[in-house]
């Protein structure tokens, strides 16, 4: 434990009401978020002599501050501290992170937000709600919050374009807001009855609905009260529906299997007493983590998602017993404002779901865990071969992609002990060189990796090097360079392809010695290397292709005299795209807003060759 922080002078100051407390190291970052019914009791556990798990080791030998936050109750305390973990992440907590490949409805950040299908990453500005088992799913979802909420789906280039409302405002599916037929001020306040409708409020969504209903009569705006009773008449249908839906079998069946590090949480979607969809989650957990605390972590994060989707039942069958689970299904119930009920011993056809739950969360961890011995194999086998004296914890290989010199692009991919290191993956931009002098681009990529690192830094055991003698020659000098004050230079290799080209027949050449070697094209350390190169080969071509393409949508534009990147960005978002600029005739283009009939001529002239 740091001498920094004084234990015994903190716990004196600790109160023992319920609570939340986050630990800090040495540079100021939370590395755990903890909740307490009795925060004094909980905190003193960290701080006695003998210390029986491993992990809390660790974690109180890197404390250097402890903040705490009081709360009312135990309840109050877990969802402050699922709020805490979401903001900071920390590294001791057990962590769910977005999965980017399951489908969400996004109610998105604009004037006049519309609902949409979103699968990927979270770019766009908005409210998120899910994740949902499948697309089915979402577009079933969709056509409900059509018929219930007059809200846009059209995407913003046919919203934009519109001069008169289209077949959805007619068949009373949206209310226009695209040629004004509602004030921006309605509009707001139907987007927030679908968002509250998303999380599951029906009755708060009814009630304002009501009120809306009753103020509308009283000033006797009758045809607007009308239209408040038509849309509280079909909630109302909805919500009894769904009550109807929870007696005939909705709930979750969540398998659990938990081994060498490694958690799976299986999730059964059952509606209507039928697998409605299924995923598996992988939470992030760290080191001699018990499985109480990784139980508690996964289903308050999961079920206490600020934007959670609707689809949530009130019963939940998960295949393990933990202590916290009253607790859970109170602060559950609370933030849902509905009855929410977990559950451990069913007989039946629950059953039944629970043992198919916990037989595909069982073969999901052992998948892994045989895909994590592969690759450990491998890397040990690579150690043999090379002969290292020390274990190979991270690989890099650096590869070089452009066409005929144009929108070069240097990737660097990171490989450890469990595989492909995505989150340190890099593509460097490369500028200021000759086009296709790879020599140049190489020097210029690693000397932006290696430039200013130190011992405490992520260095590379190996450096591959995907290119000829003469690449290799300049990554060896920038590292000599860059890396001599380092207790452990990377050691570079060369992967040069064979003859032919054919893949198999790669030969290998140490940096420095320039020494070659080869290994037996079915040894899994051959394979290994292989799959280092082939992907930094396929990132660098990625970032190329990207680069290109932007750089081809914009230049043809740029070139034009009285063009700026504003006209640039109107003209393309107007019209959707380059190709649709350059298909453009002059009156279209004079549609664009700041473009005169002079500029749509100069334009239409540049793009067309006239």
Known sequence: MPSSFNS???LKTVSSSPGVYRMYDDKGEVIYVGKAKDLKKRLSSYFRANLPNVKTQALVARIANVDVTLTHSETDALLLENDYIKQYMPKYNVLLRDDKSYPYILLSGHKHPRLAYHRGPKREKGH??????NGGAVRESLNLMQKLFPIRQCDDLYYKSRSRPCLQYQLERCSAPCVGRISDEDYAGQVKLASLFLRGKDQQVISELVAKMDTAANEMEYESAAQYRDQITALRRVAEQQEVSNHKGDMDVIGVHYA??????????IRDGKIFGSRSYYPTVPAETELEEVLVSFIGQFYLNADIQRTIPK????????DEKKVLEETISSALERKFEIKTHVRGERANFLRLAVTNASNAVNTRLSHKNTVEQRFQLLEEALEFGHQITRMECFDISHTMGESTVASCVVFNREGPHKADYRRYNINGITGGDDY?????ALKRRFDKIDNNGKVPDIVFIDGGLGQLRIAQTIVDEKCVHLDRPPLLIGVTKGEGRKAGLETFVFGGTEQ?????????????ILHIRDESHRFAITGHRNKRQKTRNTSTLES???VGPKRRKLLLQHLGGIQEVKGASVAELTKVPGISLEMAQTIHDALRGG
């Open 8 to 10: 015994k002078l903190f």
């Open 560 to 562: 034009i005299q009285g």
């Open 128 to 133: 998120y709600f899910g994740p949902y088992p």
């Open 260 to 269: 060498s590090g490694i958690v799976c949480f299986h999730l059964l979607f």
């Open 440 to 444: 140049a681009a190489m020097e210029q």
């Open 516 to 528: 070659t070697f080869e290994l037996a094209s079915d040894s899994p350390a051959f394979h290994l």
């Open 315 to 322: 019963e939940v069958i998960i295949s393990e017993n933990f």
